[in-house]
T-cell receptor, first 116, second 116 residues
């Protein structure tokens, strides 16, 4: 596997289910990101992990719970979601450095989530 | 703070004709700017980026963009459109997060349609 992979690619869940999205990066990067892409809305940054520490939580509801056990893996744990949480969830990674403008984020293919 | 305006939400061109996707930025300092492309139901792919090294930036698939400070613009161009260029394009400014990592601020993008 190369680049950034995400599993599953598609997920349908009920509002009372608990599920997890997985992201893995094979690029040796030190930062990972979760984004949400809803229909007709701009891509929204949800969480950022740098060196396995959460550095950004963009006012995301607590029914979304991220986990970064190591620099290569990122999870998004989901529970008691609402239908409006249906979206494409994208993971990205980057190799950051001090004053790191110009650092590229590499994106995975996304998980298409449908909440019934 | 940085922001961008993509002046057209939809652009339609004929195959073999030039492509111009417009982006204007607003920043109090020299920005770091990216163009990403997203094909239907896919993740985002970097086309090119500006990091103040050179004002004319060449990217993948024949795309290029020129940073013009006097016009605060970073328009994306391609001499000859191909059917496979049909996708959504995002002009994205980058900022630094104080705790590490970087932040891409996405807008609503420009949908490019390529017709025979």
């Amino acid at each position: 596997e190369t680049g950034v992979t995400q599993t599953p690619r598609h997920l349908v869940m009920g509002m009372t289910n608990k599920k997890s999205l997985k992201c893995e990066q094979h690029l040796g990067h030190n930062a990972m990101y979760w984004y949400k892409q809803s229909a007709k809305k701009p891509l929204e940054l949800m969480f950022v992990y740098s060196l396995e520490e959460r550095v950004e939580n963009n006012s995301v509801p607590s029914r979304f719970s991220p986990e970064c056990p190591n620099s290569s893996h990122l999870f998004l744990h989901l529970h008691t979601l609402q239908p409006e949480d249906s979206a494409l969830y994208l993971c990205a990674s980057s190799q950051d450095r001090p004053q790191g403008l110009g650092v590229t984020q590499y994106f995975g293919p996304g998980t298409r989530l449908t909440v019934l | 703070a940085q922001s961008v305006t993509q002046l057209d939400s939809h652009v339609s061109v004929s195959e073999g004709t030039p492509v111009l996707l417009r982006c204007n930025y607003s920043s109090s300092y020299s920005p770091s700017l990216f163009w990403y492309v997203q094909h239907p139901n896919k993740g985002l792919q970097l086309l090119l980026k500006y990091t103040s090294a050179a004002t004319l930036v060449k990217g993948i698939n024949g795309f290029e963009a020129e940073f013009k400070k006097s016009e605060t613009s970073f328009h994306l161009t391609k001499p000859s459109a191909h059917m496979s260029d049909a996708a959504e394009y995002f002009c994205v400014p980058q900022g630094i997060l104080t705790g590490g990592g970087n932040k891409l601020t996405f807008g609503t993008g420009t949908q490019l349609k390529v017709e025979l």
